[in-house]
């Protein structure tokens, strides 16, 4: 009895599930819980993880080569003295709450950001907008104090999203945007979901119905939750280690690719011996990166020779400048004065990269001759106090995840305490420059620059080692942008 | 109406004496000699003789749980002060501006001077209100409810399973001392103590939920799911989190027993002509429990504790995630809050376990 029940069951069962339909519902995992889901007005890259693209939408979007693409605008002009910015917005646009998106909005967002109150992190974006006017509900014109060379590209930053004057106040725990997909509800701690937006603007694009993003901080446990099929892909996986039994198993896609992330280590350069070019010479000579990515990240990761990401157009090779080369690296420490030693400490934070990567860079010290004693910090809390607060370190390592971030040796008072007016100037006037060809001249030679005056040793562009179901397909595998779009991801049967 | 009124028999001197002839009292109904001895006093007589002894029990113990209690929230806001990190700057990261961190300082209220946020805290507190997170932006209460119902049912199934282990294995060792369960208690015991919880996760995971599928690698689907599922998810983790304190009260179940059976009125019973099992059961084990449940009530910290690793290793969101989470994020709300309910539900669990001594230990129970 109870066996012919189990057969009618396993039959009942059988004749249910729809034969070969394609699923249609995604689980994303994180190592990071994004706190709070409103891009604009903190700066976790957890945040844009899940939001970006997703929720929300900006004027223009990056694309995942790194291209600025039409979004909410569908196009635009620049005057040519580039001071002046007219977008046209596209039509038919809807919040999820239902309200109609039009220039209000997009003046409302980006004079929120702006406000003297508003906490987004990256205000300097906004610094340069002298005014927004809404001629008409499809017309914004922006007018710029000085010109902006990289004005369209930060649009597509999370951190320019347009907001809706009716639910900006609330987007940190109920995110109301225009993108794809609808909050549903954040189990916290555990996961968020999103549902399709029915009335999203170009739905045919959208092929997933439920989007869920877990959250999964144990490097074993993001690879648990893959093997068993808990979660279907892992943009960034936390183990490196474990990442080549992925690329061996045919049931998963296994792609490292690059994210905004530089490596570097960076000095205290107005503090002795890091005042000597020589010295910051000598130490980027000691240093194997080839060695140190293999020990640091499993062999993964790009070698990078100044600070810029091979994921933008405008990327030149470094590596060559200041070589893998022990004698030189003593020579050059003699001639400053360091023949019989030096003594120096690197303040190392918790995560993996970062620790081994000390460890790795403290060995190949010692084999010119300087002792480098590693110091552990926590990330980011006393890291941000004791070295990029109060710079009281001689050396330290971390990753510089923001994109286009080349700038941060052309502030004052930066960490690095790296002045070099030539510099300056020049980061100064590509910021300006619009002539995208020009532009990216410019950055050619600020790279050049820095890998020749070495004001950091520059190590390597950390990873995207992101996992997925090979049925999966339109996952990005570079993150030129800090970004999880699965606008257009579907699963292929 | 007094204890001298109801029970004529003792004298004042005797019973302000009691902690110290507790041994001494610990055997008197023994001499009784039935196998019904252990319900010494009549119900009448023992409901009569609990309020003074433990009415004072109970407030000096309260008195001490409320000054404890100011004393670690006094502690853990200046451990918190002097802890390195700037909230505004984490949330706003490397490139936000000093005017941007500034307004977020104040939006947070961290511009106000030490004292004026101490007494701002404890007197929310107080009224029942433990603030609003700085990452999550909603209420703290709100929060910690939620992850109350993962880290409670994790720690009390946990406690479950610890004792439902320890007790009879326990026992069943010191029964056949030396016998072969007792060696492979003992055994059981050594490898529960040396292996760390969340070694045991990550091996339960590949095992159960890597290999046989039978249950998720980690995460919890919400109680919304049904219990199912929900006791599913917490069963591998509680498993995990209980091996090792199972192993530490198995020992002390098994020493403690031992030491009871080794006691003369244990012999005395025995001699008296009752069996072994009855022995075992209504004097041996009775007595066995106190030293267990003292144990127990230390434990409990740990249980409290060990789930911040196990509910890492399974991804649980739990209590003591957001504790992990919001001390990296220097949510400094949230972890006050978090620190101080941990620290209390340690306190009250000791005070309960004080007082649990007193309706356990058949010796002060027949004291009166």
């Known amino acids: 009895m109870t066996k012919r029940l189990l057969t009618a069951a396993l039959l009942l069962s059988v004749s249910v599930i729809p034969a070969f339909a394609a699923k249609t519902s995604l689980v994303v995992g994180m190592p990071i819980e994004p706190p709070g889901l409103d891009p604009t007005v903190a700066a976790p890259v957890a945040i844009r993880e899940v939001t970006l693209a997703n929720l929300y939408e900006g004027l223009v979007r990056i694309d995942r080569t790194g291209k600025v693409q039409p979004l909410l605008a569908k196009s635009w002009e620049v005057s040519p003295d580039g001071l002046t910015y007219t977008f046209r917005l596209q039509e038919g646009v809807k919040f999820h709450d239902g309200t109609t998106f039009d220039s209000a909005d997009v003046k409302f967002a980006f004079d929120?950001?702006?406000?003297?109150?508003?906490?987004?992190?990256?205000?300097?974006?906004?610094?340069?907008?002298?005014s927004i006017e809404t001629p008409d509900p499809q017309t914004v014109v922006i007018k710029l104090k000085n010109p902006s060379g990289n004005f369209l590209t930060y649009l597509g930053w999370g951190d320019a999203v347009i907001v809706a004057p009716e639910?900006?106040?609330?987007?940190?725990?109920?995110?109301?945007?225009?993108?794809?997909?609808?909050?549903?509800?954040?189990?916290?701690?555990?996961?968020?979901?999103?549902?399709?937006?029915?009335?999203?603007?170009?739905?045919?694009?959208?092929?997933?119905?439920?989007?869920?993003?877990?959250?999964?901080?144990?490097?074993?446990?993001?690879?648990?939750?893959?093997?068993?099929?808990?979660?279907?892909?892992?943009?960034?996986?936390?183990?490196?280690?474990?990442?080549?039994?992925?690329?061996?198993?045919?049931?998963?896609?296994?792609?490292?690719?690059?994210?905004?992330?530089?490596?570097?280590?960076?000095?205290n350069n107005t503090k002795k011996p890091f005042d000597d070019v020589r010295v910051r010479r000598a130490l980027m000579h000691a240093i194997d990166r080839k060695t140190l990515i293999e020990g640091a990240y499993s062999g993964f990761g790009t070698p990078i020779g100044s600070f810029f990401s091979p994921n933008h157009p405008a990327y030149v090779d470094?590596?060559?400048?200041?070589?893998?080369?022990?004698?030189?690296?003593?020579?050059?420490?003699?001639?400053?004065?360091?023949?019989?030693?030096?003594?120096?400490?690197?303040?190392?934070?918790?995560?993996?990269?970062?620790?081994?990567?000390?460890?790795?860079?403290?060995?190949?010290?010692?084999?010119?001759?300087?002792?480098?004693?590693?110091?552990?910090?926590e990330f980011p809390a006393k890291w941000i106090e004791e070295v990029f607060k109060n710079k009281d370190y001689d050396v330290t390592i971390v990753s510089h995840t923001e994109p286009l971030d080349i700038d941060i040796f052309a502030r004052d008072n930066y960490y690095f305490n790296y002045k070099n007016d030539k510099f300056k100037q020049l980061i100064a006037d590509a910021a300006k420059t619009t002539d995208e060809k020009a532009r990216f001249a410019k950055y050619a030679e600020a790279q050049k620059i820095l890998a020749e005056d070495v004001p950091a040793l520059f190590l390597f562009q950390l990873p995207k080692l992101g996992v997925w179901n090979a049925k999966l397909q339109g996952l990005w595998e570079n993150s030129p942008i800090p970004v999880n779009d699965v606008t257009e991801v579907s699963w292929t049967e | 109406m007094t204890v001298k009124d109801v029970i004529p028999g003792r004298s004042a001197a005797e019973r302000k004496g009691v902690h110290s002839h507790t041994l001494r009292y610990g055997s008197p109904s023994l001499a009784c000699g039935s196998p019904g001895m252990t319900q010494p006093?009549?119900?009448?007589?023992?409901?009569?003789?609990?309020?003074?002894?433990?009415?004072?029990?109970?407030?000096?113990?309260?008195?001490?749980?409320?000054?404890?209690?100011?004393?670690?929230s006094l502690a853990i806001f200046l451990i918190l002060e002097v802890l390195p990190g700037d909230p505004a700057a984490i949330m706003l990261g490397t490139s936000a501006r000093e005017d941007t961190l500034a307004?977020?300082?104040?939006?947070?209220?961290?511009?106000?001077?030490?004292?004026?946020?101490?007494?701002?805290?404890?007197?929310?507190?107080?009224?029942?209100?433990?603030?609003?997170?700085?990452?999550?932006?909603?209420?703290?209460?709100?929060?910690?409810?939620?992850?109350?119902?993962?880290?409670?049912?994790?720690?009390?199934?946990?406690?479950?399973?610890?004792?439902?282990?320890?007790?009879?294995?326990?026992?069943?060792?010191?029964?056949?001392?030396?016998?072969?369960?007792?060696r492979a208690v003992l055994v059981f015991s050594q490898l529960g103590v040396a292996v760390p919880n969340f070694w045991i996760g990550l091996l339960f995971i590949l095992f159960f939920s890597t290999w046989l599928g039978w249950f998720p690698a980690g995460g919890f689907p919400g109680w919304s799911a049904g219990i199912g599922p929900a006791l599913q998810a917490l069963l591998l983790p509680a498993v995990a989190l209980a091996l090792p304190q199972a192993a530490v009260l198995t020992r002390?179940?098994?020493?403690?027993?031992?030491?009871?059976?080794?006691?003369?009125?244990?012999?005395t019973a025995r001699a008296k002509g009752v069996d072994k099992g009855s022995t075992l059961r209504r004097h041996v084990v009775p007595n066995a429990l106190i030293p267990v449940t003292t144990i127990l009530g230390l434990q409990l910290s740990f249980f409290f504790g060990g789930a911040i690793l196990v509910e890492n290793v399974f991804n649980l969101p739990g209590l003591g995630r957001l504790a992990y989470q919001a001390l990296n994020q220097r949510d400094l709300v949230v972890i006050k809050d978090i620190v101080l309910i941990f620290s209390g539900l340690v306190i009250v669990v000791n005070f309960l376990v004080d007082i649990g001594y007193a309706i356990l230990d058949p010796r002060l129970r027949g004291r009166s």
């Open chain 1, 112 to 130: 929120r950001a702006r406000d003297p109150k508003s906490t987004n992190a990256q205000k300097q974006i906004f610094a340069p907008i002298e």
């Open chain 1, 167 to 267: 639910t900006a106040a609330t987007n940190a725990s109920n995110p109301v945007g225009t993108g794809p997909f609808k909050f549903k509800t954040w189990t916290r701690g555990d996961r968020v979901e999103l549902t399709k937006n029915p009335d999203y603007w170009q739905k045919d694009k959208v092929k997933l119905e439920n989007v869920t993003f877990r959250f999964i901080s144990d490097a074993q446990a993001q690879v648990a939750a893959l093997r068993a099929g808990d979660v279907d892909a892992f943009p960034n996986l936390g183990a490196p280690e474990l990442f080549a039994e992925f690329q061996k198993d045919n049931r998963f896609k296994a792609v490292a690719g690059n994210t905004e992330g530089e490596t570097v280590a960076g000095m």
């Open chain 1, 318 to 377: 470094m590596t060559g400048a200041v070589p893998y080369d022990p004698a030189k690296a003593k020579a050059l420490l003699k001639e400053a004065g360091y023949g019989d030693g030096l003594s120096i400490t690197i303040k190392a934070p918790q995560m993996a990269y970062a620790s081994r990567s000390a460890e790795l860079i403290a060995a190949m010290l010692s084999e010119v001759g300087v002792e480098l004693k590693i110091i552990p910090t």
């Open chain 2, 41 to 72: 006093l009549p119900a009448r007589g023992r409901e009569k003789a609990w309020p003074k002894h433990m009415l004072r029990l109970v407030l000096s113990r309260l008195v001490s749980l409320v000054v404890t209690l100011l004393f670690v």
């Open chain 2, 103 to 182: 307004a977020l300082r104040q939006e947070l209220g961290l511009d106000q001077p030490a004292l004026l946020r101490y007494l701002y805290w404890v007197g929310g507190i107080l009224q029942g209100d433990l603030g609003t997170s700085i990452t999550y932006k909603m209420p703290v209460s709100t929060l910690v409810a939620e992850r109350m119902n993962v880290t409670l049912p994790l720690s009390l199934l946990a406690i479950l399973i610890s004792t439902a282990l320890a007790l009879p294995l326990g026992v069943a060792a010191a029964a056949r001392r030396d016998g072969p369960v007792d």
């Open chain 2, 252 to 267: 002390v179940t098994r020493s403690a027993t031992l030491e009871v059976i080794g006691a003369d009125f244990v012999r």
